[in-house]
């Protein structure tokens, strides 16, 4: 009867790990170097050749790279349901600075579409 409990102990710790690894939030998912270029019908013709970086640290920092243009700021998740992410961002370039609402919908793990109020959304995949 002892060994039987020893066993059970064991396995509700490993069944308490394995759950823990899976139910990192995609907020925490959306940290790395992501890539892609706009899509759809209302991507403009000389956007289409553009390539977009996004990298999104631990810390709260964000780098978005357009092209040859870049920009610096921060970010902070607002809202969490399912696999779409809301985040405030505050970026700065060298004309603006500029607070927006964004939303992030992960298609699947290296897989994620960003997009703001009334523009075109960017489907971008992991780098690292």
């Known amino acids: 009867?002892?060994?039987?409990s020893r066993v059970g102990v064991v396995f509700v710790v490993v069944a308490c790990l394995s759950a823990a690894g899976c139910g990192e939030s995609y907020g925490k998912k959306l940290v790395g170097v992501w890539e892609g270029k706009p899509e759809g019908a209302d991507a403009k013709k000389e956007m289409l050749d553009l390539k977009i970086t996004m990298e999104f640290k631990a810390d709260g920092g964000l780098k978005i790279a357009l092209g040859p243009f870049e920009s610096t700021g921060t970010y902070k998740v607002t809202k969490e349901d399912g696999k779409t992410v809301t985040l405030d961002t505050e970026v700065t370039s060298a004309a603006t600075n500029k607070k927006e609402t964004l939303t992030a919908v992960f298609e699947d793990a290296d897989t994620v579409v960003i997009?703001?109020?009334?523009?075109m959304p960017v489907k971008l995949k992991r780098k690292s």
């Open 115 to 119: 997009s703001r109020a009334g523009d």
């Open 1 to 4: 009867m002892l060994r039987t």
